[in-house]
């Protein structure tokens, strides 16, 4: 060995060459020919490293402005919104208005509102904006597949016409035309589900190239969260270097030329992603690549943009001094708590009429107390009692130890099946958020016995304690019921991508998506 590494080939799935081959920098291997890199844009290989040249004809990134925008597209949340919601909201618009103006029963003139049809149109389309969103519309997996892209659009239109029905009659006590709602719901759907549906298979045929650079547990686990049932949306690959130095440090001795530029460039790769471990030198070979138009990140930081959670594998109290946690501060606590008051005593006014139902239902189908309390961990670690409707049998615990519910839990009664499920039994808690001991929008609280296991297995659950825990929350409507402690781990890296990105508008979104998750039965 002369102390000099030379790119080679190593088993992978994802390889551009379709060979199911990935790339590593590893010493005595196959020249970087092999990986498809186009002959013209690489000057030299020899056994003395890498030189690269860059044509000007090539362009940024060897890639087009199309490759760019897919990349964006599927990465990011808020590029799906700037993208699809001003289509959304001219397309709804214009759908509005044709389905008056096309209407042989309802004359243009006749308009539903004082304001006017444009004005109409222009909140018509809003509501189904917030319907939308709802029902996940502008989701990462919801783009990627048509079916679901077709019946979610669907349902945002009906609900959305549902709703203008509802607005028209109490504010005007007029009633729409069956001509114009059934006109509208036709253009609304299809005005929306059409674009989608081209997108899913531009997007499923094109599969981005990003380079991940590290020991290859990123680019595992980023290849498993990005799977679908069409394909991956990022062709990963692996820039596997060997690991050396101080504190696992990754260190990479190729000679001399800019390898990950040379490799970013030749294959078109959209990104390159570097490990935590990663040397500095790495950081400036990633660094050069930004010049070039190729976007790079972090491991950390692209988890989190990409797949919106944490990856509490590779994070450590370091993460949480980065993160500027702005749910912490006094004026946001106050503002949070401000909203929460309002929102918890709307609900419990207008759960009331539920309870006079469901009180009798439970004291009548099994014996046993009404409500049940129960220990949970508040914000800091704070013990206090949550109150709940009881769905399981007395003595459900008689052997006084903590057992997480199954999905076909035989100690959950019949009654208490429906409220589950409809979660129902968690009404309850707008007691708790009113006396201070929950927010409506957090983490849910867990019990001290299972804090206490989780905080075994990964020091950075009590992170999730820095904001009080709440009704429903970021990983309530991203992930199903916690049943195990893999899933409440799974759980735990929605809870803390919340813990760091907590906004009025994050609340927003997720007071808007409860209901839709709720419609799903989803625990």
Partial sequence: MNGRLE??????????????????????????????VEEPYLDSFDSHGVTATWPTQRGTNGGSVLSSGIYRLISRYKWRCLILMPWDLTMVALCYVGSHLLSPRTPAVELPFVGGLPWDAVIFATLFLIMAAGAGLYER???????????KAA??????????????????????????????????????????????????????????????????????????????????IPVMVPSG??????????????????LAHGIGAQGVVLDNACSMRWVEEAAQCVETGVSALDFVTFYEKSFRKVPIEKIDLRWLIAANVEACHPLNRALKRFTDVILAAVGLAMCLPLWLMICPLIAATSKGPVFYRQQRVGRGGEIFRLIKFRTMKVGAESDGRAVYAGKKDDRVTAIGKILRRTRLDETPQFLNVLAGHMSFVGPRPERPEFVKMLEAQTPTYGLRHLIKPGITGWAQIKY?????????????????????????????YILVRTPWVLMRGSR
Avoid: H
């Fill in 7 to 36: 790119p080679t080939l190593t088993s992978w799935r994802g390889c551009p060459s379709g060979g199911g081959e990935g790339m590593s920098i590893g010493a005595g291997g196959t020249n970087v020919r092999e990986l498809g």
């Fill in 141 to 151: 997996d919801t783009l990627l597949r048509p079916s679901q892209s077709v019946t």
């Fill in 155 to 236: 349902l945002a239109s009906v609900f959305a016409w549902v709703g203008w029905l509802a607005l028209d009659y109490l504010i005007n006590f007029g009633l729409v035309g069956r001509w114009v709602l059934g006109l509208g719901l036709c253009f609304t759907a299809v005005a929306t589900a059409v674009p989608r549906v081209g997108m899913a298979f531009l997007i499923n045929g094109n599969p981005q190239p990003v380079l991940f650079v590290g020991d290859g547990e990123s680019a595992r686990m980023v290849e498993s969260e990005s799977a679908n049932p069409m394909g991956l949306w990022i062709k990963v």
């Fill in 245 to 262: 130095g101080n504190g696992g440090e990754l260190r990479q001795e190729y000679g001399r030329g800019p390898v990950l530029k040379t």
């Fill in 480 to 508: 199903s019921y916690a049943g195990t402690v893999q899933e409440s781990l799974e759980k735990l890296k929605y809870d803390l991508y919340y813990v760091k990105n907590a906004t009025l508008l994050l609340d927003l």
